[in-house]
């Protein structure tokens, strides 16, 4: 079994950061990728980023490119989502996930464990 637990949300203005951590413990496996995903109230949730177990090969949604940053610590365990340039629309519950399949970087689907997620907010 696999426990993933993020922290670093919170409320903040537009055009401000966060950086969100996911710690991932219990059965965690080595060469997974991970990744985040965000769900805003009324809509389906949406994958915004994934990274290899390597961080050689990244992903990003259209939505989030060139304003958040995948990183991973693979020490400790944890990786990380930065977000900049933050705007309302990123209003969302952020999960973390990750995947023991080897197929299907980049579809949330083929991910195995979710996180409880964590609470951002952006203010106009």
């Known amino acids: 079994q696999v426990q993933l637990v993020e922290s670093g949300g919170g409320l903040v203005q537009a055009g401000g950061s966060l950086r969100l951590s996911c710690a991932a413990s219990?059965?965690?496996?080595?060469?997974?990728?991970m990744g985040w995903g965000r769900q805003a109230p009324g809509k389906e949730r949406e994958f915004v980023a994934a990274?290899?177990?390597?961080?050689?090969?990244?992903y990003y949604a259209d939505s989030v490119k060139g304003r958040f940053t995948i990183s991973r610590d693979n020490a400790k365990n944890t990786v990380y989502l930065q977000m900049n340039s933050l705007k309302p629309e990123d209003t969302a519950v952020y999960y973390c996930?990750?995947?023991?399949?080897?197929?299907?970087?980049?579809?949330?689907?083929?991910?195995?464990?979710w996180g409880q997620g964590t609470q951002v907010t952006v203010s106009s």
């Open positions: 990274i290899s177990w390597s961080a050689v090969t990244l």
């Open positions: 219990g059965r965690t496996f080595s060469m997974n990728a």
């Open positions: 996930a990750l995947k023991v399949r080897p197929s299907g970087f980049t579809e949330q689907g083929k991910y195995d464990y």
